[in-house]
């Protein structure tokens, strides 16, 4: 047989032309079947769904999320703080607290009231707050208040679990497939009385739906089945407790600059890592607990404990029930702790102060009362699952969980706020941008709290005190902004999150 570069020496140039194409043809299917993995199945899923809700901004999300992620570095109170602070900010790292309390000052000098709730654009204000930047001279920390406006009440009515905006709910007709029609059609599922129409609406869907449907079935379908009954009152009002913990200390580089990486963390003297490097959409969800000292915080969902950490370098907390249903999760976090903390394995001090859990959250029980409940549950974990194959949760055999998760979701914001005090904090958290596990899962869960327990909580809106972030990281606005919660947005400026985060605090 003739070698291959014979035959293209020696053929006419059309036969040459036609090897090519059918040689080109089977790199294209070769690399077709390369792109059904999982990665490629969530991507199509999020460019269809995320398209609709985040309109022309998705395109430059999308770009975000398949690059480097950006990340900060908490520095560890259990090892040599003031010199990993002093090594750090040499790096040419900024103090997170130090930053917020310049965007504060900055706000209150430069930005008039309306432009404050308006603004969308943290970039050009960051170029206003580097010219300010050079002419703070003090930085000083003083507590942070929030500049919310007055409490709002809104009805079941107002709620964007059935507009565009809330849950990329299409009104539009035209963007249905015919499976979505099809399944549509059935008026057990769907209540035609709502106007549902596309598939992200099906974002939910009931596990006895979902037999021999695996292919097909759109991601749920049965939001309605939950939202119905009678409607029940939701206090949206301004959070003005926030103020950044006195011992927390987080070191973040400026926007536009994510490619400058923190080093590998290195041991201190006292055999403890420095510190620890994680998204700022963490130290979000931690920072809107409200943290005060001796508070008894439950961590629902803990492992491996990034967030646990955090709140511990806060030096607040008396006790922390760190909890997780995976026991090979649960084992990572004693290894993060052991690498953070301290004496972790031997001494009595932190037995006290820690107690690790390996409970499904939903059965856990407290007479006491939690001060602080931190949810931050299971979700599709939007930036793994569109860069990783493995563990994906868009596993053809994983579709029954991936389908179940904002019920599970549901379940365990219920189960957070049945286990705070009265007058104590939930905070819901996800790392996905999916309006239906985030703003959809609070407003059920609240619901459900309700109606079935008679535990009633407000939504504590934290965008006036989420604001002094705007020149460290991106946050959803305008129509995008999700109602209850604060949401970060991957951007190529400051690639984190994505990471939703929403205050609930239970007045009964
Ligand atoms: C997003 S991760 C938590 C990350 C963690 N909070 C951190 O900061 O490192 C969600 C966790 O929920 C756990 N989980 C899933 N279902 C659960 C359940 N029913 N009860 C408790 N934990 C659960 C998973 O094992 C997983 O570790």
């Known amino acids: 047989m003739l070698p291959a570069s014979y035959i293209y020496k020696k053929q006419p140039y059309a036969i040459n032309l036609i090897i090519q194409a059918r040689n080109k043809s089977k790199t294209h299917w070769a690399k077709l079947r390369r792109k059904n993995t999982p990665k490629y199945k969530a991507m199509d899923h999020f460019d269809e769904f995320y398209g ?12 975000a999320l398949l690059r480097r992620s950006k990340y900060v570095a908490l520095v560890n109170n259990y090892g040599d703080a003031e010199e990993t602070s002093e090594y750090l900010a040499k790096r040419g790292a900024h103090c997170l607290k130090q930053l917020l309390s310049i965007q504060e000052q900055f706000n209150n000098q430069y930005t008039p009231d309306v432009e404050k709730q308006q603004s969308s654009e943290p970039k050009s204000s960051t170029s206003k ?4 930047v050079d002419k703070v001279q003090s930085t000083d920390i003083s507590s942070v208040y929030s500049e919310c406006e007055s409490p709002q009440k809104l009805e079941l009515s107002d709620i964007s679990l059935y507009d565009k905006k809330g849950l990329g709910i ?22 035609p009385t709502m106007g549902i129409s596309s598939d992200h609406l099906y974002q939910y869907i009931p596990t006895t739906k979902l037999k021999g449907m695996d292919e097909w079935v759109p991601e749920s379908l049965h939001y309605s089945y939950y939202s119905k009954g009678k409607d029940f009152p939701l206090l949206i009002e301004p959070e003005t407790e926030f103020t950044f913990p006195e011992h927390l200390k987080v070191f973040t580089y ?5 490619w400058i990486m923190f080093p590998e963390p290195k041991r201190c003297t006292t055999g403890v890592f420095n510190y620890y490097p ?16 001796g508070d008894r915080l439950l961590d629902m969902c803990s492992a491996p404990g990034g967030k646990a950490l955090v709140a511990l370098q806060t030096l ?23 690498d953070y903390l301290f004496d972790y394995k031997t001494s009595n001090k932190w037995r006290e102060r820690i107690l690790v859990s390996r409970k499904d959250g939903r059965t856990l029980q407290d007479d006491l009362g939690f001060d602080k409940v931190l949810v931050d549950v299971p979700c599709t974990t939007d930036r793994h699952t569109v860069n990783e194959d493995e563990n994906n949760i868009f596993r053809p055999d994983r579709i029954r969980e991936r389908l179940r998760l904002p019920e599970l979701q549901a379940q365990l914001l219920v189960a957070a706020l049945r286990l705070v005090r009265v007058g104590g904090a939930v905070v819901y958290s996800t790392c996905s941008l999916s309006p239906v ?12 709290a309700f109606e079935d327990h008679n535990v009633v909580a407000t939504v504590k809106d934290l965008s006036g005190c989420f604001t002094r972030f705007s020149s460290t990281l991106q946050l959803a606005s305008g129509e995008c902004a999700p109602k209850y919660g604060q ?9 984190f999150g994505p990471a939703y985060v929403a205050r609930l605090v239970r007045i009964k």
């Open 437 to 448: 596990q985030n703003d959809g899962v609070v407003h059920m869960g609240l619901k459900m």
């Open 254 to 258: 400026e926007m536009d600059s994510d």
């Open 129 to 132: 707050l580097e010219q300010y």
């Open 170 to 191: 299409a009104q539009d007709d035209s963007i249905q497939s015919s499976e979505h029609q099809h399944f549509s059609a059935d008026s057990r599922v769907i209540d």
């Open 278 to 293: 994680m998204d700022c959409g963490s130290v979000l969800s931690v920072l809107a607990l409200c943290l005060s000292a």
């Open 52 to 63: 609709s809700v985040f309109g022309t901004n998705w395109q430059a999300m999308k770009d």
């Open 487 to 495: 949401l970060v947005l991957p951007s190529l400026s400051a690639n």
């Open 316 to 338: 607040l907390p008396d006790i922390i029930v760190c909890n997780d249903s995976s026991i090979s999760r649960v084992n990572r976090l004693e290894r993060i702790f052991n």
